[in-house]
């Protein structure tokens, strides 16, 4: 198993992404198949971004297994009042700057759960959140 | 498979000086035994590498002149980018008259074939359903640079044949209509700017074999040309493209004549690779077009050219300007006939390279990468190329894999091999056991002071005669037997491993002796390969 | 990994060895020392590094199918068992290095273990 670990600024549009693209590089070096690297690495870029345009800062921890994918992302920030809410599709509180760089379409978390095989979200107002998410292969 | 590639290296040239290396937009090329070696199927052709020699060590493999005598017929396909290579007082109709001089029985201009290119993305665009942005498949390097390096965006490529492979094409077809029928065999030869379409036309993708016959190196044919240039010899060729398709030689010019704004263009290896990883990063969603060349400046820049690229440059575009006109050469009706029996598509899809994977199992590879990390924390992160590989990252990636020897940083503290006791740096065996993740089963005293050597055995007699204090001693070996020889010969723990667990009477034994005793899940093997990092550091 | 690459970095000698020993490719190397540990872990990939230096070695590689063993410190076997190795096609090699070192050398230049506990590495995926 390796590990690794990134970590994510708040408002940092100048690197956002980069992890999503580092995991699905490691994962295609590793030789995942196809499918499975994409989920993860839509699923560690949605985490990035959720850290990058919501919260303060953060960590996204991917570990790597044999049989699959874990990534956690955990961050410090304001938090999610209703995640049931957060969770539907086209929602979104993103201000509107950032909707110019084209991002904040309230898709993410619900990108993020069709990727995943296991999906895990918690949340405490003024202090952070916690996502999980689980690709496996075949 | 077997990867043919046409940049090829002259030894007695080379001085092994890393230059190369450095540029490498795959990290192809490594240097060992003073010289440089390329790995043949991770080169993608772009000719990097010989820009920056000083040595004139790297040389492309075109086609040697002859080869057209192999054919009845033989059809130059000119570039525009050759037309740039000459003086303004030279128009393309001189450098038509020039070749036939030179041995070729007929001219064809290859940016014909990218006028009725761009219509042909036009209706592609029109009709069929693709995901933003798309990329050109004009460029070879570039379509060569994603089967390597970026799989994911080989969707993004348009499917379709090259333009030099459609003007072959055309060529041929015409060259049949009018020939006779004595002549039996027509060959295309492409006069080209760059290494990677020599290759792109031996071996295309997509597995078809190519409508070109055979390259000739730009360079070469300049000088053939140059003699036979007169000024009062001019030819006129029916199928001439106007200022548009002329233009596809210089950056710009082929997303230019699309027509529409969302259009991105990029030259040189390094700039196209900061922009494909903005594709990757799921930006650029709004580009509907991204023409990529790897030689900076277009194909002007190629690096088989004679002119430099910037004065070739403005002989195109003046040429371009000067032959502006309100529609393209090629007719529209034409394309809309041939467009749709699939003309210009690709006969199969262009797939990955699977050259970046370190094992052939995914076990392999996460343990490889594991190993690489740790070998990469030892080294400085200067990137200096003197070890022959292109960064530490390679380094340790070619070490791991198999591919270097280890030893050859000139900053990491070496590895002396000459005596397996011979201690590096101060660690405990607390602290090993910790950093290397072995459970503690007997935690006594002895767990607090330094490693200074290991012993890897399952034969008792053996251990009795090599280890000493302050060793580790690593076995597989469980019964009770093994606390009594540690106590004797002082060891600092035993480490069982292959996830053996000692028996209750060992660990009953061994806290009455006070010997430590560590398990792992890991095999002894594994674990010599981490102590040994770790101890000579 | 070929053979020889393997002699080269462990300064080994080949005592048993077929006439082309970059064609004998390793992809695993197990140490050890007892017979059971070798007969459930060594395969058809495997160099077997050890300091026991007996004809029931190579049987033992002989049913596993490895196709090399090492011996350590510089340990020679008696002639007997060289005859075996030969006549079963088994290479054998000698280093002057412990088994300690030479699986350092081995692990360093890439190799994989033979050993696979539990599946890669004993680490494990929570659901
Ligand atoms: N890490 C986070 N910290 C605080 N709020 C978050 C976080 N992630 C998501 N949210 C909230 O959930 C909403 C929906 O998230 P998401 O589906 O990713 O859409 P988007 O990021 O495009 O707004 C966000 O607009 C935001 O209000
Ligand atoms: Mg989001």
Known sequence: MTTLTFRVRGMDFSNAGEVGAKVKRILHQIGFEREVTRRAAVAAYEMELNIVIHAYEGEVKVRIFDTGVEIIAEDRGPGIPDIELAMQEGYSTAPPEVWKMGFGAGMGLPNIRKCSDIFEISSEVGKGTYVRSVVLRG | MQYYHSVRLDVSRCIGCTRCIKVCPTEAIRVTGRRSVIMEDRCIDCGECFRVCHQHAWYAMADPLERKDDFDISIALVPPSFYAQFGPEVEPEHVVSALKSVGFTDVFDAAYAKEAMTRAYRMFMKTEKWEAPLISPACPAVVRLLQVSYPDLLGHIVPMDSPIEIAAKMAKQESDAWSDCSFRRVGCFFITPCPARVTAIKQPVGGRRSYVDGAFSMSDIFGLVLKKLDPRKSEKIDKMATGSGISWARSGGEALSLGTKKVLAVDGIHAVITVLHEIERGKLRDIEFIEARACTGGCIGGPLTVENPFIARVRNRMLSEHRRAKSLAVPVEWVEENYPKGYFHLAGTIPPRDVLRMDSTIEGALDRFERMEALLQELPGYDCGACGSPTCRTYAQDVICGQAAEGRCAFQSQADSSDSGERKIRITCRQLAERLGFEIAVDSESLDDEVNGCCCSDMLSDVMATARRGYIWVTVQTHPNIVAVASVTGVSAILITSDRKPEDRTLVSARTHGVSILVTTKSSFEVAGRLWSILNQ | ?127
């Open chain 3, 1 to 127: 990994m070929d053979l020889l690459s393997i002699i080269n970095i462990l300064d080994a000698e080949a005592i048993a060895a077929p006439p082309r020993p970059g064609l004998v490719q390793i992809g695993s190397v197990f140490v050890g020392d007892l017979m059971s540990d070798v007969l459930s872990h060594a395969g058809p990939d495997t160099l077997i590094v050890t300091a026991l230096c007996t004809s029931q070695l190579v049987r033992v590689a002989e049913v596993v199918d490895a196709p090399a063993v090492c011996f350590v410190q510089n340990k020679m076997p008696q002639q007997s068992v060289l005859e075996l190795a030969r006549s079963k096609g088994i290479v054998i090699i000698v280093t002057p290095y412990c088994a300690y070192q030479s699986s350092a050398l081995l692990y360093r230049a890439g190799l994989h273990s033979a050993v696979r506990p539990g599946g890669y590495n004993g680490g494990y995926l929570e659901i």
